[in-house]
DNA sequence: CCGTACAATGTTTTT
DNA sequence: CATTGTACGG
């Protein structure tokens, strides 16, 4: 059935490199595939040389589906495929579940009453539009233990994503609740009529929506299964039983689909993962082949052996036998730091003392469970001046000066989301609640070009005048994104001066990061879709001006699939890592666990788990922290404990030096340097405590001369 | 009816 | 400790 494309590639040298297994994985290209790939296992490889050996094999890239975690791995591994190919891959679909069903649904919404320009919303959408009709349903008023905006989102969304009644989870995971349970449902209920009569969707109704329409349309699942005839999914343990159902439809005609996961690395239960879905796989396919992937490839074999000891101690025994090439190395160190200020400090001699070595600082990476758990490190990189980018804080979209420009952008594509009217209209002087909810029913009634005169007759507000005018002069779908946004700015600017005038540098840092995005889309939807999509994250660009690449500080949860040389994971106490919140629950431990146990095998050669004695309680002052039970549980001769207090004495003596070299004299533009990682190079010019040298081996760099070693050779 | 000053309140992880 | 709700003055 397949055919060999002539004889143009014929270089099928990738293959050579897999071992059995991974070969077998690649070359298995036709019916059910289940490929259980431990940690650090090759299992990226794997998925790459398969999507270059199917486009080998002459497979048309439009013909093939990519599903996987983020939208960025998706797009990496197509690119790593076209690098193996020598040959373009880009037009192989690849996305996130989420971003597969958002395309699928601007395209065939409209069999379920949705046009094509709906818009999406994002978690802090949701809370808002749950909060205004709890208020309009009068829920809000002296009901105090009723459930707050955030938390009947969670609700929400755990509801639909385990596929469970509202009785059954109130009762298991919120039982102060369930005297509202009536309540709730109708909330609820009144919930989903608004998103649907306002062409609204939440991230649930993606999936929910596109599963509803693959289950009642037999023709489609026809259409799709020939648009889509080879289907993989990563991470297939984080998916859900909606992910699980969408699938299966979307293969049901040719059934070539290979989906590709680790039990042991399931982290996403609380949005409904479940990896039994991995286990059923073969049930819902018949057939199915099973691969395992059980060579670490990463990891040296002490890191290996802490991390086995983690997930031997697991209440759910995994049938996996992880075995490594026994690369040895240094055993994994354990540091008991006095508290967060002196963890940071240590972290940030070892970050520099590795540095000196030669190791990048993209290299290392420092984990945690909880995106605040860095903030006291963030505060000494900054003030050490060492570059970072943070992932799995917080989003761009999630900023309120953000999310005020877009709703003005909502409102132009989709003049039916009052939610943006909403928040647009209580931005301006002169409205209020009461205002907005006044401008709104006009607009139900009337939309714009028409009501224009009724507006400004019961409107006393210049602002919302002069945002009239605008809002008839832009054309959304004709000009560019960057256009529209600047003609919106323009007029927002001062909104933003007099609400946001403390933080107004910080901020307006982001709305060009905002414009910079919006450069790159040619129309506002997607635009608009991708910033939900695909949220940004929102770093310090304070380090944006050193050239090196920089340290990366992330959440477990958002290191997933990634790896570094040498990896941090700190905060292990207990209430942190494992979280105060899953202490209660068993199967929530094991999750916390298993994260543990994600977070070690990141790491390849060198593995520092961190630990402060001393930890400070609101209300209570400077407490003792009892040390993390997945650290408690590893036998002492697994790893080797550290002092935070003294590094090593080679580093000291480079910082003196250095600190000396911050004198202007001690370099002039036209020396000869030598840098540790660089190599050599020529003074091109000296900034203040920055110097610009132009190495030999990669062109002008700018280095911070406090933190950098270099050597004088002429 | 708007805007502001103050009190209260709980705190994970992500598409 | 920062956000969210409430009370009050303009």
Request: with cysteine; charged share 25%.
């Amino acid at each position: 059935m397949l055919r060999r494309v002539k004889n143009t590639l014929t270089d099928l040298s990738f293959l050579e490199e897999l071992n059995q297994a991974q070969r077998e994985a690649v070359e298995s290209i036709e019916g059910p595939v289940l490929v259980i790939a431990g940690a650090g296992s090759g299992k990226t490889r794997t998925l790459v040389c398969r999507l270059a050996y199917l486009v080998y094999l002459g497979v048309p890239p439009e013909n093939i589906l990519l599903l996987t975690f983020t939208r960025r791995s998706a797009k990496e591994m197509i690119e790593r495929a076209g690098t193996l190919l020598q040959k373009d891959c880009d037009r192989i679909t690849g996305g996130t579940f989420h971003s597969l069903c958002h395309l699928m649904l601007r395209q065939y919404g409209h069999l379920l009453g949705y046009s094509s320009t709906f818009t999406l919303l994002d978690r802090g959408d949701v809370e808002d539009l749950l909060n205004l009709l709890k208020t309009s349903l009068g829920f809000s008023d002296n009901k105090k233990r009723f459930p707050k905006k955030q938390t009947l989102a969670s609700i929400y969304s755990k509801m639909i994503n385990k596929l469970i009644s509202l009785e059954d989870l109130l009762s298991e995971e919120y039982p102060q609740f369930l005297e509202y349970l009536p309540m709730i449902e109708r909330l609820f209920t009144e919930y989903q009529n608004y998103k649907r009569e306002h062409q609204l969707m939440d991230y649930d109704d993606l999936l929910i929506n596109w599963l509803e329409i693959l289950k009642r349309y037999p023709q489609i699942r026809q259409e799709i299964g020939e648009r889509f005839k080879f289907i993989m999914v990563d991470e297939y343990q984080d998916t859900n039983t909606l992910q699980g159902e969408i699938i299966r439809y979307m293969a049901e005609s040719h059934r070539n689909v290979m989906v590709v996961g680790d039990d042991s690395q399931s982290i996403y239960g609380f949005r409904g993962a479940n990896f039994r879905n991995i286990l059923d796989f073969p049930k819902i396919f018949p057939d199915t082949k099973i691969i395992k992937l059980e060579q670490n490839y990463r990891s040296t074999q002490q890191i290996l052996d802490l991390a086995n000891i983690t997930i031997s101690n697991a209440k759910w025994k995994y049938k996996k036998n992880l075995f490594s090439l026994k690369r040895e190395g240094e055993k994994p160190f354990l540091i008991r730091a006095f508290d967060d200020t002196e963890a940071s400090r240590f972290i940030a001699d070892k970050v520099l003392e590795l540095r000196n070595k030669g190791l990048k600082l993209s290299q290392i990476a420092v984990l945690f469970r909880s995106a605040y758990h860095s903030y006291e490190l963030e505060v000494e990189l900054t003030k050490r001046g060492i570059p970072f980018v943070k992932y799995g804080g917080l989003k761009l979209l999630e900023s309120a000066h953000i999310k005020d420009l877009v709703s003005f952008l909502r409102v132009l594509l989709n003049p039916h989301d009052y939610l943006s009217w909403n928040r647009i209209l209580l931005l301006m002087e002169n409205i209020g609640p009461r205002t907005a909810e006044r401008v709104i029913g006009i607009l139900k009634q009337e939309p714009l070009p028409f009501s224009l005169s009724k507006l400004k007759f019961t409107v006393n507000s210049r602002e919302f005048q002069r945002f009239l005018e605008l809002f008839l002069t832009i054309r959304p779908y004709e000009e560019a994104p960057s256009g529209i946004l600047g003609q919106i700015w323009e007029f927002y600017e001062p909104i933003f001066q007099r609400i946001y005038y403390e933080e107004y540098h910080k901020r307006v840092k982001d709305i060009e990061g905002l414009f910079a995005l919006s450069e790159k889309y040619l129309t506002l939807e997607e635009f608009l879709a991708d910033l939900v999509l695909e949220p940004i994250e929102l770093f310090e660009q304070e380090n944006a001006t050193f050239d090196e690449e920089p340290l990366v500080l992330s959440t477990i949860h958002s290191a997933k699939g990634l790896e570094w040389h040498t990896v941090f994971v700190i905060s292990l106490i207990e209430g942190r890592f494992p979280s105060l919140h899953s202490l209660k629950n068993e199967e929530e431990l094991e999750e916390e666990r298993r994260l543990f146990y994600v977070a070690v095998t990141r790491a390849r050669e060198q593995l520092y788990l961190v630990a402060p004695l001393m930890i400070y309680v609101p209300g209570e002052g400077k407490t003792f922290a009892k040390i993390s039970r997945f650290i408690a549980e590893i036998p002492p001769n697994y790893y080797q404990e550290l002092s935070s207090k003294k590094t090593s004495e080679p580093y000291k003596n480079t910082l003196t030096t250095s600190e000396t070299s911050t004198s202007r004299s001690a370099f002039k533009v036209g020396d000869l340097v030598r840098h540790p990682h660089f190599g050599e190079g020529e003074v091109l010019e000296i900034i203040g405590e920055k110097i610009k040298v132009n190495f030999v081996s990669r062109g002008p760099t700018l280095l911070h001369l406090k933190y950098t070693y270099l050597e004088l050779i002429s």
